[in-house]
């Protein structure tokens, strides 16, 4: 399977231009034969809002026209993971509009899944969106399963692990990591694909924004912690690799034969961890 990250910059609260950079990157990864092409988070809309008003006008909903013209760009085999504002009503009855940081992953069919950023961090757009409530978002792309993250979620080992558990192949994470957390984006997605032994795609954007600076550092990781692609510049990219699911499934490593195997998931003793789970205020 081919997969890409797309490194861009974008144009804050400009979606039309976003929009446009979108649909021709898409073509540029479909003619190159990418099969999952993965984008930074809040790619059709900036993330350095100043509040809660203005983030809600830049906002899509999953019915927005936009989405007809990214499934007309993806005609043929690629799936790709957008970035975004995403206005919802859970119920048609609530009252009020959320508003969430998201990633909505569309292939030649329509609208596969979407994800809602779980852990946000007193940054940008995220002091005033609505938290997500699902750690579990797991989409089948052709033969791949993938796993869906965003940014901040990938600092924390734990649904990263739920992704593994659920059977992920490639973990398709978003972000917008400013220039100072640089070692976040060199440290963070070797661990990960290396602690949970499947492929993790990290795409960040580039660029100025409110005051800003956005590092880029995008990479593509193998199940062994191996980066297969990277960028160190902050320039535009598109970071392309050939992945072999198989070997993301096995996660049995035998490094010498009957004396060195370990197994990441088998080998783990969860009764031990109740710690985890535990609310915050109780430990």
């Known amino acids: 399977m081919r997969v890409a990250a797309i490194q861009c910059d974008v144009s804050f609260a400009d979606f039309d231009a976003n929009l446009k950079s979108i649909v021709q990157s898409i073509a540029t990864a479909a003619d190159s034969g990418v099969q999952l092409a993965v984008f930074p988070e809040c790619v059709l809309s900036g993330y350095a809002f100043d509040d809660r008003e203005s983030a809600l006008r830049a906002a899509v909903t999953l019915e927005d026209p936009c989405w007809e013209s990214i499934i ?47 852990h946000l961090p007193y940054l940008g757009v995220d002091r005033f969106v609505d938290r997500g409530d699902r750690s579990d978002a797991v989409a089948q792309v052709g ?16 649904p990263m692990r739920v992704l593994g558990l659920l059977n992920a192949d490639i973990v398709a994470l978003g972000t917008n990591w400013p220039v100072a957390a640089f070692r976040t984006a060199e440290v963070v997605p070797p661990a990960r694909s290396m602690e ?46 050939d992945i072999d699911l198989a070997a993301a499934r096995n996660k049995r490593i035998e490094r010498t034969a009957g004396a060195h195997v370990i197994d990441r998931m088998a080998d783990r003793r969860p009764e031990l961890y109740s710690e985890i789970v535990r609310p915050r205020g109780e430990m």
Request: with cysteine; aromatic share 8%.
């Open 72 to 118: 007309q760009a993806a005609a043929g085999s690629i799936h790709v993971t957008i970035g975004c504002l995403l206005s919802q009503r859970d119920d048609p009855g609530d009252a009020a509009e959320r508003l969430f940081n998201a990633t909505v992953l569309v292939g030649p069919g329509g609208i596969v899944s979407h994800y809602r950023k779980v």
């Open 196 to 241: 949970n032994h499947y492929y993790f795609i990290a795409a960040n954007r580039i660029g100025s924004e409110n005051g800003f600076d956005f590092c880029g550092k995008s990479s593509i990781c193998g199940p062994d912690g191996v980066v297969l692609a990277s960028v160190d510049h902050a320039q535009p990219a598109m970071l392309i690799a």
């Open 143 to 158: 033969d791949a399963k993938v796993g869906m993250a965003i940014c901040y979620d990938s600092s924390f080992p734990e």
